[in-house]
């Protein structure tokens, strides 16, 4: 018997919210982003008014009211989102508790056990549409198939609040036709490395050599002609389970570009002081620093190293993070944003050796010190204390991630 595996999308989420909450503008063009003058000005979310002027997801702001010179550009409010999303989440539990999320706006259900109690996969997915539209006043669109991509899949086909079902039987009709582009995890350099043999449908992925597509993508070429020929297997999570942290990060595109080390150097002990607070507030230290930069031309790259041992000193991560950075880049462009993550986490309580090529009783002092600092933050504000090398560029230091964190989603094979 195949499985039933539904993937839910709520419709432009963040557009949607704010729309809802605001019923004045739910006949106007609006997109929500950061802020312009900071530079955070990407449009993260629209609502259809937008988008049928041509505005996409991920330009920046400037660009969009170009195309619509009466654009409302709101600030996120991560905080409501996430309400509507444990809104949603509680009408998905009434179904089943394999519930897997993709990001806050995404997620799967394996309802394979429920169809007996609620009716096809069909009919399953029909009724949550029609819960949320009632019950949350926004809309969804959901896949239904028998593996987790093409239900995916499914639910990008038709929105908004609509239902696709792809089966065994019609998934090469379905699926194959579309561009290679819309398969889970073929992003623009896949898709361009694809096009130059001519792959550019998931059909042409699908009945293209397994062994050529591995000469040129190496393992990601298995992964992707097993999912365009619908040979996912991969379960969906139990719900609770994906709730366990894996990663802790922040990130910030700057006020201004970064040209220098020294710039750089600022960025990254703001970003290591809020990632190491949350990772001390959440009970964790990490064993691995990445980081992740992206120049001027939008190009990016990301590096990883262990650390000597696990921490939660922003010292340490910060320290290892700028070795990353003057190691790896070599100022061909100035820097438009940079991101700092702890991940390989342990618990804060497991048993660590101690080194003996490290001053233990310093490292304690320098945890005592950063603990303390949480304690002053909390009661009087974050910045009533900072470093003093933070007075360098008030332009580049004057933020706090720790609050203002973006969310982002979770990757499909989860953070390793």
Known sequence: MNRVILHVDLNNFYASVECLHRPELRD??????????LRHGIVLAKNYLAKSFGIKTGEVIWQARKKCPDLIALPPDYSLYLRFARLAREIYLNYTDQIEPFGIDEAWLDVTKSINLYGTGKEIADQIRARIKFELGITASVGVSYNKIFAKLGSDLKKPDATTVITPENFREVVWPLPASDLLYVGRSTERKLARY??????????????????ILGKWGDVLWSFANGEDDSPVAIFGEEGFIKSIGNSTTTPRDLVNNEDVKLVLYVLAESVAARMREHGFRCRTVQ???????????ERQAKTARP??????????AMKLFTDNYHWEKPLRSIGVRGTDLVTEGKAIQVSLFMDEEKRKRHEDLEKTVDILRKRFGHFSIQRGMMLGDRRLTDLNPKDDHVIHPVGFFGPK
């Open 28 to 37: 106007k063009p609006v997109v929500v982003g950061g802020n312009p003058a």
């Open 198 to 215: 001519m792959i550019r449908t998931i059909g042409d992925i699908a009945t293209t050599s397994r062994d050529f597509l591995h000469f």
């Open 291 to 301: 980081i992740h930069v992206r120049d001027t031309d939008l190009a990016v790259f």
């Open 311 to 320: 921490t939660n000193l922003s010292s340490e991560i910060a320290l290892l």
